[in-house]
Nanobody, 129 residues
Framework: QVQLVESGGGSVQPGGSLRLSCVAS??????????MGWFRQAPEKEREGVAT????????YYADSVKDRFTISHDYAKNTIYLQMNSLRPEDTAMYYC????????????????????WGQGTQVTVSS
């Protein structure tokens, strides 16, 4: 059973930065490719895929709204993925979730929440002056 534990959320002013971390356990990269990523959900909005990474070759995929501001990375040795968020905006305010699924790269590229079957508990990010 894959388990995901997020950390690093908080409150920041517009233009500020935060780094989210997600420690994963309970799976092996040796024989499987996983899609891992960050998703977010603001009040009264649908959950959306922010950034994903394919563990097989490290390819990354981003929502247009965060390109050039957010960076997803994967530390294989620590079984951890990160989301570095720079130039934060009020519209980035949401609950951020880490998620994973054993799937081909095509799934990683689509960033659809419904494709993912392992989820963390979420960490709140608030951007406000």
């Amino acid at each position: 059973q894959v388990q995901l534990v997020e950390s690093g959320g908080g409150s920041v002013q517009p233009g500020g930065s935060l780094r989210l971390s997600c420690v994963a356990s309970g799976y092996s990269y040796t024989y499987s490719t996983y899609c891992m990523g960050w998703f977010r959900q603001a009040p009264e909005k649908e959950r959306e895929g922010v950034a994903t990474v394919a563990t097989g070759d490290g390819r990354t995929y981003y929502a247009d709204s965060v390109k050039d501001r957010f960076t997803i990375s994967h530390d294989y040795a620590k079984n951890t993925i990160y989301l570095q968020m720079n130039s934060l905006r009020p519209e980035d305010t949401a609950m951020y979730y880490c998620a994973a699924v054993r799937a081909p790269i095509s799934v990683c590229a689509q960033r659809r929440p419904r494709d993912y079957n392992y989820w963390g508990q979420g960490t709140q990010v608030t951007v406000s002056s």
